[in-house]
């Protein structure tokens, strides 16, 4: 079959063909419907000089962001009628230790006895024909398109969880919120604010067309030219509830430091790497200063209810697998819009 293969850091990576895989003691095997092209996979080939984990070993397939249907089961494996459609949680911990127990295997604290990050992070992931995963980690779709599900996987689930856990920053009459980065997590996020809360959603990016796409899901956008002192006006002095950067670079820090209101929380969910010089009088008092990494499959779980109630519809652009190769370079050219979805076997 045929894979997106990541060989090796500072390496752009290959479309080859690789053994179709078998599915071990509690796995199945999918047929890929739906793969996204995340930036983390950029991070992979095009920045990290080397593995920043040790988890992270190539050669390995890309794809963290996968949706399937059932093709075959492995030992000890029931419950699954081929064809049924199923969303993939990519994190992959021990299943021992108290974060697994809790459906929170981005924070295994055994990591070296898995000997890799998750799906497409370290173990072959969904941007080929057909991939493998635990039964456990599967996230039932019903009737819903899974091409276009494939994002909530990471575009969707880490918004949530970040999201989430800012929840009582948003939930007061009159709370604001302010989505840092429109790429296909930001805009995700704007319509999870919106479907939870009544607050109202401040939205910026540089890019004109991302923040249009915010406007068209009810948010309030902001150029980033002069963000700063937009918000500080559109607040009446008193700063955002709840901030949210979607990038993590030094200058969307400070633009998330300088919108944040006493007392509100600023949530840092890119891995953009920006470094934030703190002190006791860079931020107002009793800001809630925080990073999360991905989210539960509890969370997931609630995503997929969230799109299947139609709160929530990541905005993608779909591709065959031959074209996977210029998707990855569209993303390091900074052109994509929204989520790009590879499907492997046509829509």
């Known amino acids: 079959m045929r894979a997106v293969v990541f060989e090796g850091y500072k390496t752009f990576p290959v479309l080859t063909d690789v053994d179709k895989p078998s599915p071990g003691p509690g796995e199945v095997l999918l047929k890929v419907a739906g793969s996204g092209a995340c930036h983390s996979d950029v991070g992979l080939f095009h920045d990290f000089p080397a593995d920043p984990t040790g988890f992270l070993t190539p050669p390995f397939t890309l794809g963290h962001e996968v949706s399937g249907w059932i093709e075959e089961v492995g030992p000890g494996v029931s419950g699954f ?29 055994n990591v070296a006895s898995v000997g890799y990050m998750a799906t497409g992070l370290g173990r072959d992931g969904g941007m080929a024909e057909y991939m493998t995963t635990y039964a456990r980690n599967l996230i039932p779709l019903g009737d819903a398109d899974p091409i276009a599900a494939a994002p909530l996987a990471d575009a969707g689930l880490t918004p949530y969880h970040a999201i989430k856990r800012a929840l009582p920053h948003l939930t007061a009459p009159g709370a604001t919120a302010l989505c840092i980065g429109l790429g296909g997590l930001g805009l ?35 150029p980033s030219k002069g963000a700063a002192e937009t918000i500080t006006e559109l607040t009446g ?41 703190w002190n006791a009088f860079r931020l107002p008092y009793e800001v809630n200063f925080s990073s999360t990494y991905w989210g539960t499959i509890e969370d997931l779980h609630e995503v997929v209810e969230l799109y299947r109630a139609g709160k929530i519809s990541p905005a993608v652009s779909v ?27 046509g829509t």
């Open 237 to 277: 002095g008193q700063g955002v509830n709840a901030v949210f950067d979607f990038v993590g670079a030094a200058t969307t820090l400070e633009l998330a430091a300088a919108s944040v209101a006493q007392q509100g929380s600023l949530t840092v969910v890119g891995l953009a790497g920006g470094d934030f010089a």
């Open 81 to 109: 009628t081929p064809g049924e459609a199923f969303l993939v949680y990519g994190p992959i911990g021990c299943g021992r230790c108290k974060p697994c127990s809790r459906g929170q295997d981005t924070y295994c604290q």
């Open 319 to 345: 591709y065959p697998l031959g074209q996977a190769l210029d998707v990855y370079q569209n993303l390091v050219d900074g052109a994509v819009s929204g989520r790009a979805v590879i499907a492997p076997h």
């Open 188 to 222: 995700v996020g704007v319509q999870i604010i919106r479907a939870l809360t009544g607050a109202t959603v401040y939205a910026t990016d540089t890019k004109p067309d991302a923040i249009a796409s915010a406007e068209a899901d009810g948010a309030i956008g902001i």
